[in-house]
């Protein structure tokens, strides 16, 4: 077991409970995370492409299953709480705000990433989660520089209906924002890695009460990710 086995784990771990409802997991390891899921507890998923194409989760390669518009994603699916989104972040706040947008001020930035994209909509509108490879002080910072998705003050006071940023998984362990008035929680360290090490990590104050260890794969979960992922891509992603 390494430590990208556990987070692909982790990342599975984000759908229990979700049922038959539409899953865009963006990234490598969250992607194996979802097929990882529909394969093991949670079958009735349905997996996007994040585009047009539903995909059955195979060992081996994804198969294109179904084709439902992107159009038609936002007319039925996305303004009714029924899909659950893992994005990327490049910066993380600790009142759930992410920034996927620039790095510095906002008339002149230091670094322009990739605009805001889908962060408002995905926020607004239902589940989602973030992948975080990297735990750093430069992405868990106190406010992010621009406001991509949207975190639960803003969405209080905009009065948004389906609003939930569900958790946040990284190559140190797994966060929420369950505390007090839904303040960043550090809900468990992965296996060998310290609380203090992501308070050290982390560049806000963190909730710590009742941390876990993350859950390591079973047997089976650890057959079927290499099988899943038979170049081992999973480890460039997140090294030991």
């Given at each position: 077991m390494?430590r990208?086995?556990?987070?692909v784990?982790a990342?599975a771990?984000?759908f229990r ?20 899921a529909r ?7 349905l997996?996007?492409d994040g585009e047009?194409y539903?995909l059955?989760s195979?060992?081996g390669?994804p ?14 699916v996305?303004?009714h709480?029924k899909?659950?989104?893992?994005m ?8 759930g705000n992410q920034?996927i947008?620039?790095i510095g ?6 670094k322009?990433?990739?605009g805001v994209r889908?962060?408002p909509?995905?926020t607004a ?6 992948w ?5 002080t430069?992405?868990?910072v ?6 991509s998705g949207?975190?639960y003050a ?7 209906r ?11 362990g797994?966060?929420d924002f369950?505390g007090?008035?839904?303040?960043a929680?550090?809900v468990?360290?992965h296996p060998?890695?310290?609380v203090?090490e992501?308070?050290?990590?982390t560049g806000?104050?963190?909730v710590?009460d009742?941390?876990?260890?993350s859950?390591?794969?079973?047997g089976?979960?650890?057959e079927?990710i290499a099988q899943l992922d038979?170049k081992?891509l999973r480890?460039?992603e997140?090294?030991?």
């Open positions: 390494t990208a086995d556990v987070a784990v990342c771990e984000l409970g979700d049922g038959e409802i539409l899953i865009s997991p963006m990234g490598y390891v969250p992607a194996l995370g979802a097929r990882l394969l093991t507890f949670e079958p009735d998923l997996l996007s047009a539903l059955e195979p060992v390669e198969v294109i299953e179904g084709w439902q518009p992107f159009r038609k994603v936002l007319d039925t996305v303004p709480g899909r659950h989104v893992v990327g972040a490049n910066q993380v706040d600790r009142h920034n947008s620039a001020d906002h008339e002149k930035p230091k322009q990433l990739l889908g962060g909509g995905n509108n239902h589940r989602t989660s973030y975080v490879p990297r735990h750093s430069r992405v868990f106190e406010d992010v520089d621009v406001v949207v975190g803003r969405a209080r006071a905009a009065g948004l389906y609003h939930d940023v569900h958790r946040v998984v990284t190559n140190l797994v966060l369950g007090p008035d839904h303040a929680r550090l468990s360290t060998g890695v310290t203090e992501v308070v050290a990590a806000f104050p963190l710590t009742g941390v876990a260890v859950r390591e794969p079973t089976e979960e650890l079927l038979p081992s480890e460039k997140v090294p030991e």
